[in-house]
């Protein structure tokens, strides 16, 4: 199976051997970015209390990843995607972006603003008439399969509850690319297994890089993680800060130089 993902990130190998795509998950809230939260997400802050800036955070992922997944909040709990965001965005990264969409129309929004794919959501799209609708209007679609505690999320009119007999449905429409997410539990690998016997699949929700070892022997093509890390790093470069410029970083090393000389 290829691990070429959509958006056409290549698959990386060792020897030969295809291994699991990493692909990081970007937190944006009306411009701040933000991180998981016990109570939901809250604004990511820099050492000295300042909110990120969401460039700077785009610029250090795509140092190291061709795709960035988006979460878009404001078109998850409001309906109003951030288009500007995606539209800059897009300018430098693959951008596969979940923006909480309920009909085709809105997929098509996010598609034109820039993104490589659009996210569509068994808990948030309302039925198998509306996914049809929006295959037809574009192909660049991913089908989320939203599990809570183990209990499969969908909307009424989808009239499921087996998310294996929904992932059956959803390719039989047309979307390939499943995304596993499951909220408040471990990922259930043998569920995994089984949707990846069918199709391209991946992890999201509550995987994390450790995870990284489950991906390959359960069949999943990639992985989609939480950038806490990330936001974290950069001890070392003397600013405590994990995205300062290139150009702060510039300066130091050649302080650094002249010191030496």
């Given amino acids: 199976m290829s691990a070429s993902g959509p958006g056409g990130r290549p698959s990386l190998s060792v020897d030969g051997d295809e291994r699991p795509v990493a692909v990081p998950c970007l937190l944006l809230r009306r411009g701040k970015v933000c991180r998981p939260g016990d109570d939901g997400p809250t604004v990511a802050t820099r050492p000295d209390g300042s909110p990120f800036d969401p460039f700077d955070v785009l610029d250090r992922l795509r140092r ?67 996914l049809k609708r929006a295959w037809r209007l574009s192909p660049e679609l991913i089908f989320e399969i939203e599990l809570h505690q183990g209990v499969l999320q969908a909307r009424p009119d989808w009239e499921a509850t087996d998310p294996v007999d929904l992932a059956r449905r959803v390719r039989e429409i047309g979307p390939d690319h499943l995304i596993v997410s499951p909220r408040d539990s471990d990922p259930d690998w043998a569920l995994v297994r089984t949707l990846a016997a069918g199709g391209p699949t991946w992890v999201d929700g509550s995987y994390r890089l450790r995870d990284a070892p489950q991906l390959a022997p359960n069949g999943a093509v990639g992985g989609i993680f939480h950038i806490d890390a990330i936001l974290d790093e950069g001890r070392g470069h003397g600013t405590g800060d994990p995205l300062a410029s290139t150009d702060a970083r510039d300066d130091e090393d050649q302080n650094q130089l002249n010191h030496d000389e």
């Fill in 64 to 130: 190291d990843y061709t795709v960035v997944y988006l979460v878009d909040l404001d078109g998850i709990e409001r309906q109003e995607p951030q288009l500007d965001f995606i539209q800059e965005f897009s300018r430098d990264v693959i951008l596969w972006v979940d923006g909480g969409v309920r009909t085709a129309d809105q997929s098509i929004d996010i598609l034109v603003a820039g993104a490589r794919r659009a996210v569509v959501s068994s808990a948030m799209l309302g039925s198998a008439r509306e």
